[in-house]
């Protein structure tokens, strides 16, 4: 298709996880959505709306089946359709679409989402039953609180279930009420079970997640933009956390995301940054494949 040249730096993804002795990558952060709603999240990339505060131009701005088939070239084994709705109404059919997809798609997870509003307990179980593998809310565009009253059931149903849910609960890259650590501190306190994978590492705020990280078994974080270039820049990660950053990841508490394809700049630059950081390979076969190897019972 036109346009959907990959950048010529992609072409050495596959080198990286041979080199670490890897199958492959497992990416637990990329989003599929039904194509009208992804055009709509793609003009509020380009116009930098609101909450995205900044130039951001989409690097794979691609149809599914071809980005799909690039994952497959950088050899991504594994990997989701994260979606996640900004009002009420939408989130049962964004699951029938995510988990159709992820059953016409080889290697991607399962994946679903929620809000808070009547019936998101119904439709999340619905969503269980159907084999849903991994949840996303992102309490940023949401509007919403993470302990509003009508997700306490949710949290239950999902802390009991063991299924993990990414959560954009940081202020990058542009901070509500609703992100920090704060909030998603008063959930986990709430519900110390919840199998949740912080997005972005909890960006700008690394320390305090980290320390949730470490205080609560079932929290783990994802890599996603953080030291790259064009994330660095705006919230950078500090070198006096990068020792806890590795225990963490050694103990199965840090995974490979991407926000695949909705960046400015090659996949590659994630797997570049994390190289860069010299927290040696088995550092890195944990966190771009072992830790979601497990959390997922991946081959």
Request: glycine share 10%; hydrophobic share 45%.
């Amino acid at each position: 298709m036109e346009g959907d040249r990959p950048p010529p730096e992609d072409a050495a993804v596959p080198g990286f996880w041979r080199r670490l002795g890897l199958p492959g990558l497992a990416d637990v952060h990329t989003h599929f959505l039904p194509p009208r709603l992804l055009g709509k999240v793609w003009a509020y990339f380009d116009a930098a709306g609101p909450l995205v505060g900044r130039e951001w131009p989409i690097r794979y701005r691609w149809d599914d089946d071809a980005r799909v088939a690039h994952l497959r070239r950088l050899g991504v084994r594994a990997f989701t359709a994260l979606a996640y709705p900004h009002r009420p109404g939408m989130a049962a059919a964004l699951n029938r679409w995510t988990l159709d997809f992820a059953a016409r798609t080889p290697g991607c997870l399962a994946s679903a989402t929620f809000f808070p509003e009547p019936g998101a307990a119904g439709y999340v179980t619905d969503a269980l039953d159907a084999g849903a593998r991994v949840f996303k809310v992102h309490f940023q565009v949401g509007g919403f609180p993470p302990t509003d009253p009508a997700l306490d059931a949710v949290w239950g149903l999902l802390a009991d279930a063991g299924v993990p849910v990414v959560v954009h609960a940081g202020h990058a890259p542009v901070g509500t009420a609703h992100t920090g650590p704060a909030p998603f501190a008063a959930l986990l306190a709430r519900h110390p079970r919840l199998a949740a994978i912080v997005a972005h590492l909890g960006a700008p705020d690394y320390a305090a997640f980290l320390d949730l990280a470490g205080a609560y078994e079932r929290v783990r974080l994802d890599t996603t933009m953080t030291f790259t270039s064009f994330f660095g820049h705006a919230a950078p990660f500090p070198a006096a956390e990068l020792p806890r950053l590795r225990e963490l990841g050694l103990a199965g508490k840090v995974l490979l995301g991407s926000d695949f394809p909705n960046i400015p700049y090659p996949y590659a630059e994630q797997l570049t940054g994390l190289a860069g950081l010299d927290l040696d390979d088995d550092w890195l076969r944990a966190v771009c494949w072992g830790n979601a190897a497990a959390l997922f019972g991946l081959p």
